[in-house]
Every structure is written in C-alpha cells, then in structure tokens.
DNA sequence: TCTGGGGCTTCCCATGGTGGGAAGGTCAAG
DNA sequence: CTTGACCTTCCCACCATGGGAAGCCCCAGA
C-alpha cells in the first residue's frame, strides 16, 4: 500500500501519516528502492484506530498512550480505563468553560436591545467588566 | 505607562500586548526617544477590553469587530449583539462536539471492567470501529 | 523503450494565541 | 556614572492541520 491508499483506507490524510511518523506516533514505514513508503493492514489498522482516537478528542499525547496498551496484549483494562476517564474529566472540564462563557452571552445579549440604538450593555461589559449580577464566576 | 504597567493593568501579558499590535488589533503605540512602547489610560482600557473579550472566548478577529463598534459611537446594538449571538452559536456547536464524544467515552468506560484482565470495550472500539448501539452519531 | 502524468518525496510556510529566551539598548534610582 | 530592572527585536516552541513548490518515482500505454 503507498501513503496515498492507507490514508484512502483509515481516513487519515498522507500528510498526517508522515506527521505521525515524523512525531514517533507510528514507527517509521518501511520503504521501496525509490524512497516510497509502504504500508500493510497492520498500519492501516493502526491509523484507523489513530483516526478514532482523535475524533473522541484525544490528543496524541494519549493516543501514543493508548496504542502502546493496545499492542500491549498484556495491559489492565484499569489503565485503559484510566486515560479514558482522564479525557472525560478533560472535556467536560472545558465544556463547563465554555457554559459559563455562553451563559454569560446570553444574559448580555438578552439585555441588548438590539436595534438601531447604539447603547449596548454588551460593549459596556467588555469596556467597563463585571458590574451585575450573573458574571464571570464560572471563572474562578 | 510603560508596556510593562500596562500589561499589569489589564491582565494582558507584555509578549500579547506587542502580538496585538503586530497584528493591527491595536494602533501602534507611540514611543519614547529611547523607543520605548508609551501607553495612556485609554490605552489599558482597551487593553482591558481585549482581556475580557477574551474571556468570553471571543478570537481575535471578532475582537477586532468589537473594538471597532465600541469606538464607534454611531454603532447600532444590533450589530454588537450580532457578534455575540455568532459567537455564541459557535460555543454551542463546540460544546455539542465534546459533549458527543463524552457520551461515546462514558459508554465505553461503563463497560470497561477496569481490572487487570486485558480485554477492554475502548480499546475494541478504537481498533475496530463503531458497531453497538450508542454511536458516533453525534458527530455527523 | 520511451513518455506522460499522477503520486510520491522533502522542505518551508501558515494558522491561533501563547510562552520562553537570547542579545542588546534604555531608564531611573542611587 | 553605575547598576539593575525593564525594554527592544528576533527566533523557537507548542498542537494539529493544510497548502504549495521543487524534484523524483512508477506504471500504463504507445
């Protein structure tokens, strides 16, 4: 397989895969007397489980992680289980981030007439910072 | 005041307050004969300005729509909330994002031992892909 | 066997914000 | 005038991805 058919094959694009490479995420494909890399099933394996993992919103930090438990026939579901739940408390972390942010919003833009008048509580926020009310707690 | 003083008197660091002027986000800031950077308090507003709009997960470049209203007096409220509103739909997209993949992991993990034996549903998940119930749905 | 063109190679650049650090100049207090 | 804190510019890094250029490879078709 060239680069161009494992990328077609796992959904990962020919400049990620040598990015991957280059980075150590994947050990370094084999290649023909020209310089081509080659590619079997067991690397379009792996990066169809690399491309997985990224959609989940792992970063490749853990994706190495949980390749190396992956060929590890040995490894504990508990630590699998660990750098999951890890990403979890990632996530909703900066879900609860971006809640406060849009919370906020909301409560200006409501406040907002909205039309042809130039005042804004909006721009006042930005320019003056919290005053009111529901502010900026879920910051701290 | 000196770069330095105004970065502690807005919360924008002295490397963010040269990026923003490198950028055009702010007007160049006079000098002294030595070429230090010379800023006023009109100038640490709108840097505090920046620093919470920031907060608010705003990017760079609806910033710079921001700053313009605000400096706009004739500006229309609609057109500030029109800002906040895309942006706030943009939150929300995201936040549905990372919430589609925290479900996906929560249902993995849930079925995970999380002992020492090695057979493990995340890891038969990211290597073969999706085939139970609960899926990537989310994310079409 | 030659040729064409599509795919491959490496290398550099850009994104978006942010930080780190080096080399050198400035400023104000003493 | 010295000293030391602060400023200047410039380069590098992160993270993950894409774009593009210059040049080489490979195979199908003539």
């Known amino acids: 397989m060239t680069i161009g058919?494992?990328?077609?094959?796992?959904?990962?694009?020919a400049k990620m895969i040598r990015?991957?490479?280059?980075?150590?995420?994947?050990?370094?494909?084999?290649?023909?007397?020209?310089?081509?890399?080659?590619?079997?099933e067991?690397?379009?394996?792996?990066?169809?489980?690399?491309?997985r993992a990224r959609d989940l919103g792992f970063p490749v930090e853990r994706i190495a992680e949980l390749l190396a438990l992956w060929r590890d026939r040995t490894r504990a579901s508990a630590d699998v289980r660990k750098v999951?739940?890890?990403?979890?408390?990632?996530?909703?972390?900066?879900?609860?981030?971006l809640q406060g942010m849009v919370r906020t919003l909301e409560h200006l833009a409501a406040h907002c007439h909205g039309d042809a008048r130039?005042?804004?509580p909006i721009l006042d926020d930005l320019a003056e910072?919290?005053?009111?009310?529901?502010?900026r707690d879920h910051h701290g």
């Open 5 to 13: 058919e494992a990328a077609a094959a796992s959904g990962v694009s």
């Open 19 to 40: 990015y991957y490479e280059e980075i150590g995420l994947l050990p370094a494909a084999a290649r023909t007397a020209g310089g081509y890399r080659v590619y079997g």
């Open 42 to 51: 067991r690397d379009a394996h792996a990066l169809r489980f690399i491309r």
């Open 84 to 97: 999951a739940t890890g990403h979890i408390a990632t996530l909703r972390a900066r879900i609860v981030e």
């Open 118 to 120: 130039p005042d804004c």
């Open 129 to 135: 910072g919290p005053r009111d009310t529901v502010r």
